[in-house]
């Protein structure tokens, strides 16, 4: 338990950004995009898959230019295709394969696109700067309560394959506790509760998924954790693997029942 709250004390002040919202967010935001990219394709590269991580990265130095510049969202399509055709190049020259290219594309999927929507629910979804919080909420307390409970009464295994300590009694945890965060953040801001209840529920499924949907990648690319920048906790990615699929869900939700 300690653990999780160090990480998550560890994090707070990131979330600064947050507050402060504009050029500082995206700054921040391309900042975190790109050690998460680092930490997602080195992890390929630990069973030979060379993603073209310049790629990524020029994506990600896009959605800063798109986002202070205030571009057409449309262009993203346009963009994206672009990287294809350049990374589709390196193949050509023989110099990546296939594969390589698919996890390319991937990362920029998983991490700058799905990131990106924290940026976008602050911007474009009315009260968003109040609403963006939900994001966090609900992808830490899920964490949080599912350990908890998932330690004192998890005795049925989840997903041993994927993530063997995650329990059935656990995740239902999670989303108890998550209930009763968004209940709260809602009754403070004087949001709809009953908003706050169907996020909470279907937002905590969406933060367990991306939990093991890191977990996944990991066994897969053989790895404990994604890198080492919080030491003793491991990478970025490991703490927001939740996060980036929260993201956008809070974000599709909200644009459909606030805006």
Not at 9 to 38: K, N, Q, T
Not at 170 to 191: A, D
């Amino acid at each position: 338990m300690s653990q999780r709250l160090v990480s998550a004390i560890i994090m707070l002040p990131l979330l600064i950004i947050l507050v402060l919202r504009g050029v500082p967010l995206y700054v921040g935001g391309l900042i975190l995009m790109c050690i998460a990219l680092y930490e997602f394709y080195n992890a390929f590269k630990n069973i030979d898959i060379k993603p073209i991580s310049e790629v990524g990265y020029l994506f990600a130095f896009y959605l800063l230019l798109s986002n202070i510049l205030k571009w057409n969202h449309e262009l993203y399509p346009l963009i994206l295709f672009i990287a294809f055709i350049v990374s589709i190049i390196y193949v050509l020259l023989q110099k990546r394969d296939v594969i390589d290219v698919a996890i390319t594309m991937v990362g920029i999927l998983y991490i700058c696109f799905f990131f990106n929507y924290i940026v976008l629910t602050v911007d474009t979804v009315s009260n968003g700067y109040i609403y963006v919080w939900l994001i966090f909420l609900i992808s830490f307390s899920t964490d949080i309560f599912a350990y908890l409970v998932g330690r004192r009464y998890g005795k049925r295994k989840l997903l041993p394959k994927v993530s063997p300590k995650k329990t059935i009694e656990g995740s239902i945890g999670g989303i108890v506790g998550t209930i009763l965060v968004c209940f709260i953040f809602g009754l403070f801001f004087k949001l709809s509760i009953i908003l706050m209840i169907f996020l909470a529920i279907t937002g905590s499924i969406v933060a367990q998924i991306g939990d093991l949907t890191a977990s996944s990648i990991k066994r897969y690319c053989g790895l404990k954790d994604f890198g080492n920048i919080i030491p003793g906790h491991g990478g970025e990615l490991d703490r927001f693997d939740s996060v980036l699929l929260v993201a956008p869900y809070v974000y599709f939700i909200l644009m459909f029942f606030v805006r």
